[in-house]
Nanobody
Framework: QVQLVESGGGLVQAGGSLRLSCAAS????????MGWYRQAPGKQRELVAR???????SYADSVKGRFSISRDNAKRTVSLQMNSLKPEDTAVYYCNVLQCRASCSNYWGQGTQVTVSS
């Protein structure tokens, strides 16, 4: 099992910045991918950004150029730097990791609230 603990959420004014971090612990071999999802009230959970074991990244169109994802394999952390925040970025942000060996397993953090005021 893998446990994920997020930190860094909070309240910020539009145009501001926040940095989310996620620390992994437990039975870890290597993560095929680490990422951040978000879910706003009344909406489905959506992918925000993802970083693969190769180092390649992918972003939702709505955050390209504003958000940046990074990982530290030694520390088993993944971070999301969020700049130029908009009210529509308000959501609960969830850390996610994908670990594959004989089979693949997805793990989720408990979520951290990000609120952007206008």
């Amino acid at each position: 099992q893998v446990q994920l603990v997020e930190s860094g959420g909070g309240l910020v004014q539009a145009g501001g910045s926040l940095r989310l971090s996620c620390a992994a612990s437990g039975t870890i071999f290597s993560f095929n991918a680490m990422g951040w999802y978000r879910q706003a009230p009344g909406k489905q959970r959506e992918l925000v950004a993802r970083i693969f074991s190769s180092g390649s990244t992918s972003y939702a169109d709505s955050v390209k150029g504003r958000f940046s994802i990074s990982r530290d394999n030694a520390k088993r952390t993944v971070s999301l730097q969020m700049n130029s925040l908009k009210p529509e970025d308000t959501a609960v942000y969830y850390c996610n990791v994908l670990q594959c060996r004989a089979s693949c397993s997805n793990y989720w953090g408990q979520g951290t609230q990000v609120t952007v005021s206008s």
